[in-house]
């Protein structure tokens, strides 16, 4: 089992930035892709960005050029650079892992971001 934990959501102004951090353990062997699902209030779920353990990353088309996602191999963390937020942001920001040895993906309990004056 993998266990991830998100931190870094709250409140934040229109064109702010907040940055989001999430954190693996556990049967962290073999986990490639990781990265960031949201849900904004009443849709579905929706791909923010991912990237691969070596390093490719794959963006939604809403949030190329604001947002940038990073990861520490070493440290097992993934972080995810929020930038000129817009009140359209606001979700349920969810923490993602795949793990390609057991073929199974993994999911955070996901932190809040509001973008509001």
Known sequence: QVQLVESGGGLVQPG???RLSCAASGSI???NTMGWFR???GTQRE???VISRAGTTNYADSVKGRFTISRDI???TVSLQMSSLKP???AVYYCYARSDLVGMDYWGKGTLVTVSS
Do not use: C, I
Request: proline fraction near 11%.
């Open 16 to 18: 702010g930035s907040l």
């Open 39 to 41: 849900q904004p209030p």
């Open 74 to 76: 070493a440290k097992n």
């Open 88 to 90: 359209e942001d606001t």
């Open 29 to 31: 062997f073999g986990l």
């Open 47 to 49: 791909l923010v960005a």
